[in-house]
């Protein structure tokens, strides 16, 4: 029998809970041909997210925790899930049902009859969310595959089912600044993309505001692209070649007309202009700086408090 790991992140989910364990054990009923084992992940919640998954792993013993020490974000929390996985396949799903777990039974199948290593969701509407959201969400997706060569679909969701085989490339990718949406698209496999309207969440409320995903957003061009890096050169050297244009321009005027000193103006035009991009350049060249630095501290991607094992 084939085992499926469900990895389930929860930050303050405590309203969320109930209904998803509710309909996921309802979809694990009719997958009979599968044995299940639920990974939770509490990622420092403050409600009582701990408390419903400790009485949740004593009532149903596939229901297994990771209690994190603090709160370390959804990436951290997803790999934990997945260092914790022993199934043959294994799916990752927000608490919240925006993933709907009815599309499981299809996504198994892609896997297990149609020959592909993993079967991913992508939103086709981003309905329900502010638009000003929406737009900078699209401006990011397309900023992003112009830098990278790995695809960053637009709309893909974290919802997706795996093989042990392309569970165990993605944690061999051990960095700290994670940004999972690329990494499973840089591992490669064969992807099934299964496509849905988006839904709302079905209590609680999202843990993302616009700072945080803008602050997401860089993390996932600093991590897959350094096109960012060229910038330097590129503006160097256009530049270079407008001062020079600009250079011949002066001299040819001087010979024929004289010199009045004037073009205070142009001056510190061209001081701010050009302070401004070196400022510019310095700050993407620390933003690399800063990630390579963190990535040398080696500290752990999440540190656990507590498990179901410390329940028993
Ligand atoms: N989440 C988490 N840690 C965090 C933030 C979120 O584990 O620091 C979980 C959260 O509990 C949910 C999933 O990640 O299961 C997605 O979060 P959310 O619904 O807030 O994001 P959205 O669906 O709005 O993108
Ligand atoms: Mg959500």
């Known amino acids: 029998m084939k085992r499926i790991t469900i990895i389930v992140p929860c930050y303050n989910e405590q309203e969320a809970l109930p209904f998803f364990y509710k309909e996921i054990t309802r979809v694990a009923e009719e ?5 299940f084992e ?22 149903d013993e596939r229901v297994r925790y990771i209690s994190f020490s603090r709160n370390f ?9 997945l260092e914790t996985s022993s199934g043959d396949y294994v799916a990752i799903m927000d ?13 198994y199948k892609a896997i297990t009859k149609e020959g592909y290593d993993c079967a991913a969701t992508r939103r086709t509407t981003r309905q329900g969310e502010p638009p000003i959201r929406s737009f900078f969400a699209r401006c990011f997706y397309k900023l992003v595959n112009k830098m990278t060569s790995v695809e960053i679909v637009d709309g893909a969701r974290d919802f997706r089912l795996m093989t ?5 490339s993605v944690l061999s990718m051990s960095e700290r600044n994670r940004f999972s949406k690329g990494i499973f698209s840089w591992v490669g496999y064969k992807t099934k993309w299964l496509e849905y309207v988006n839904r709302e ?3 609680g409320e999202t843990k993302w505001n616009f700072w945080k995903l803008f602050l997401y957003s860089i993390e996932g061009i600093v991590a897959f692209t350094t096109a960012p890096l060229a910038l330097a050169s590129v503006v160097g050297f256009i530049l ?12 040819i005027k001087t010979l024929i007309w004289g010199d009045p000193v004037t073009g205070f103006p142009t001056l510190a035009c ?16 620390g933003q690399y700086l800063a990630k390579a630095y963190l990535e040398t501290k080696n500290r752990p991607i999440y540190i656990v408090k507590e498990t179901e094992k410390d329940n028993k």
Do not use: H
């Open 73 to 81: 974000g959804k990436e951290s929390a997803m790999y934990a899930g």
């Open 201 to 203: 969440r079905v209590a």
């Open 164 to 168: 042990r085989q392309m569970v165990d």
């Open 95 to 107: 608490a919240d049902m925006q993933d709907p777990p009815d599309l499981l039974p299809e996504m």
């Open 270 to 285: 061209l001081v701010v202009f050009i302070g401004g991009i070196q400022l510019l350049v310095m700050g993407i060249m």
């Open 240 to 251: 270079f070649l407008a001062a020079c244009v600009y250079g011949l321009f002066i001299i």
């Open 38 to 59: 639920f990974v939770f992940v509490n990622d420092g919640s403050k409600d009582s997210t701990l408390d419903i998954l400790r009485d949740l792993s004593k009532k």
């Open 31 to 35: 997958m009979s041909e599968c044995e």
